[in-house]
């Protein structure tokens, strides 16, 4: 209970409060790699020598859970790094991902196979075709690219605009697509969708997109569609609604690439725990 209470402080901007509720939760579970991750990724938090020493005394810990273990190394990267001893947390990192990278299911080669058929399917061809199908709908500004490379700065500054809200990241147009695919995946594009969709008309993925996703911009002229992901879509996105903004983050390979090894992003972004498929996906 104490963990999530401090989750919900962080998020609504109440970081002192969460770090001292973070911090009453490791007073009761020392090897809490939840906690000490959470406050590693408040960014602005700076861990402490005998912080380092306890993350360090956590991992010996009997009866470690993979999944604090792997927290637990994070946390230690983060930690170790702030205080300069690089070599040290580097190798923390490393041991976290390959850690994770054994619970991933990810295969590149498989990615770059239907990135391939993607390019293949949106020949010149067939764009012409469908020059004038779609909605003139300009309320959507979606931010792709991949993570690390910007896309949340970038939604912070447009959601400080007085006519623009930000959504957060949304998995409305996938969902759309497959919906009007009439097709069940769990990835962003398959086989299946690609096929079914160069028969398709574009405006229903539109107007199903925005049915369910449109009521958040609420009063305002524009929302904000930060999914990173969408890079995979963004000729799809031009096709429904050739109105709306797609706006490409871009980065630099070794910032973006060794960003995304420090971060431990859950379930998502199975590439990340793996420097071989990592420079590949870049």
């Not at 861990?47 to 927290?71: C, G, M, N, P, W």
């Not at 690390?148 to 930000?166: F, K, P």
């Not at 973006?256 to 793996?274: I, M, Q």
Request: aromatic share 12%; with cysteine; net charge negative.
């Amino acid at each position: 209970a104490l963990l999530r209470l401090a989750h919900l402080l962080r998020v609504v901007g109440a970081r002192d409060e969460a770090v001292d509720i973070y911090n009453r939760v490791i007073a009761v579970d020392p090897a809490c790699g939840e906690a000490y991750l959470a406050l590693a990724n408040l960014k602005t938090y700076r861990f402490a020598e005998f912080e380092v020493e306890a993350i360090k005394q956590a991992l010996e810990t009997k009866d470690l859970s993979e999944a604090a273990r792997i927290d637990l190394r994070f946390a230690l990267g983060h930690g170790l790094d702030q205080l300069g001893r690089y070599e040290e947390a580097f190798q923390s990192f490393a041991t976290a991902n390959a850690l994770r990278r054994m619970q991933v299911d990810f295969d590149v080669d498989a990615v770059e196979d239907n990135i391939a058929r993607t390019r293949q399917s949106q020949s010149e061809g067939f764009f012409v075709q469908r020059s004038h199908i779609g909605l003139d709908d300009r309320t959507p500004i979606f931010i792709i690219g991949m993570p690390r490379s910007g896309t949340t700065l970038l939604d912070r500054i447009l959601g400080n605009h007085s006519e623009v809200v930000s959504v957060g990241e949304l998995g409305d147009f996938a969902r759309a697509m497959r919906w009007c695919a009439d097709h069940v995946t769990v990835q962003p594009l398959d086989e299946t969708i690609l096929t079914r969709a160069s028969t398709l008309d574009f405006a229903p993925f539109g107007s199903r997109y925005l049915a369910q996703s449109q009521w958040r911009a609420g009063s305002k002229r524009f929302y904000v569609d930060k999914m990173p992901i969408n890079w995979m879509q963004a000729a799809f996105i031009r096709r429904a609604l050739p109105q709306a903004r797609i706006l490409h983050m871009s980065r630099g390979a070794m910032d973006v690439c060794f960003s995304n090894y420090r971060a431990y992003f859950g379930a998502g972004y199975g590439y990340s725990y793996d420097l071989d498929a990592l420079a590949a996906y870049y």
